[in-house]
């Protein structure tokens, strides 16, 4: 025989999961503040730790953990969200990145004209495990890394940089590879496979990098102004495409290792945000507050709605058909 649990009985579990956690950071001199309402105005970057149903935002130099049950309750008008807040030693959060196993958080940044930096931290205790500076013959540079991912194998990371750099970077933070060849900002990197990176810049191109030897396959150029984010898609063939956003406000999808352009869409305004909804569409946060559902892999607009959220820098999917924005 099913039982539903009272409700009470589900908030005092939510409650005390939030109430562990913070206990537990605490502990390792890491949490510097809790707070029932979080302040996640400007946020930099998100994501959602599907496993543990956690929302994780960054604003400026702190992190804000917020349950993702709370959050949709929130959004159906049932309560107020709860979380945690941690602060960093880094001064601008850029990026976020979880390992696919859950356990390795990467955050990137740094302090603009002054430093740049990749952490990285056991997840969820927010232990630091490792963290890298970015240097020049030993000593710091105002080089602020500007967007992080894992590898698949949560072995490697791959990160970009104010200066026009791409590395690749070992668990323990061993540079293993790097990529020269934009001419300005590069805004994010992403691993295409073992054997090949992409990665996208103010210089209006998109690269393909050959991982082994840190040599440029394939410059894509097609973009009329900077592009500032790339994902990787599979079709229902299963053949690997690439996906990138402009701020030509332009959606682009990609066969790059071969070069080819396969078709665009033209957005009333420049996106700012873009994540799947499913397997074969898209959901775009336009800088005007819009927010438009994409087909795949035809980029045709099928929905377009407000969002409610001005200067909104990040979406997230909490539960199907669920989006918060910030």
Known sequence: MHCCKPRWVHIFCVLLQVGLLAQGLLAQGVLAQTTLRPTVDRVTAGLFDTDRKRIV???EKTLHILSADELLASATGQSDHKGISIELELS???ALDLSSDSKSLLIAGGDPGQSGCVEC???PSARLRKRIETTKDGS????VVTDVHWFQSGQRWIESHWSGDVLIREQDGTQVSSF???TGI???AIPWNDQFAASCGIDQTIKIWRIADGELVRSLDNHTAAVTKLLRWSSPEGKPLLISMGRDRTL???DPLIGRLIRFVKLQSIPVAIAFEDPESLMVLQDSGKVSKVSLPLLEIED?????VSNGTTMIQIAPGVWKYW
């Open 57 to 59: 935002l960054a604003t």
């Open 92 to 94: 601008q959060i850029t």
């Open 121 to 123: 931290l056991d997840w």
């Open 140 to 143: 710091p540079i105002a080089d």
């Open 180 to 182: 020269t060849g934009h």
């Open 186 to 188: 590069v805004l994010s």
């Open 252 to 254: 682009r999808l990609w």
């Open 304 to 308: 377009s709605k407000s969002s409610e």
